[in-house]
């Protein structure tokens, strides 16, 4: 289990500009293996020109990043000497739309005012907003 700035990493994590501004958090050190088996080392490749190995299991890193994409490349190999490895991308830089909500938590029957807006300054990207009810395709609402 890797968190990268506490968001639960998958295979992509996305992250705003001003975010890369002080260092970056990648969290790992929740990461062990079943009853039996510990971790002998622990190999990282940032993606962004820094490598560090340790023993044991794996520590909480900072690293400083410039707006672009990264594979980020997380290896432990086990006491028995087995190799296990996860490649994550991280991308940095600013959206080129964003769409917020005045309430993320409604109860039934509340009023929920959704505002969508350009992010970019490109005049030549286009937007198309459609708002759908979870499970159709059909939408309830668009705007361009």
């Known amino acids: 289990m890797i968190?990268?700035?506490?968001?639960?990493?998958d295979r992509i994590v996305k992250l705003p500009t001003k975010e890369?501004?002080?260092n970056i958090s990648i969290?790992?050190?929740e990461t062990v293996f079943a009853s039996g088996y510990t971790t002998k080392t622990t190999e990282?490749?940032?993606g962004n020109g820094v490598t560090d190995t340790n023993e044991g299991?794996?520590?909480f890193e900072y690293q400083k990043y410039d707006?672009?994409?990264y594979t980020i490349k997380l290896t432990l190999?086990?006491?028995?000497?087995e190799q296990f490895?996860?490649?994550i991308v991280l991308r940095i830089g600013d959206p080129l739309a964003a769409i917020s909500t005045n309430n993320k938590a409604p109860s039934k029957g509340e009023k929920v005012v959704f505002q969508a807006q350009k992010v970019s300054k490109e005049a030549d990207v286009q937007y198309l907003w459609e708002v759908k009810k979870s499970g159709q395709d059909t939408a309830l609402y668009s705007f361009s």
């Open 20 to 22: 890369a501004l002080s």
């Open 3 to 9: 968190r990268i700035n506490d968001q639960l990493a």
């Open 77 to 81: 190999v086990r006491n028995d000497g």
């Open 27 to 29: 969290d790992a050190s």
């Open 85 to 87: 490895s996860q490649n």
């Open 67 to 69: 707006p672009g994409e």
């Open 44 to 46: 990282w490749d940032f």
């Open 57 to 59: 299991n794996p520590q």
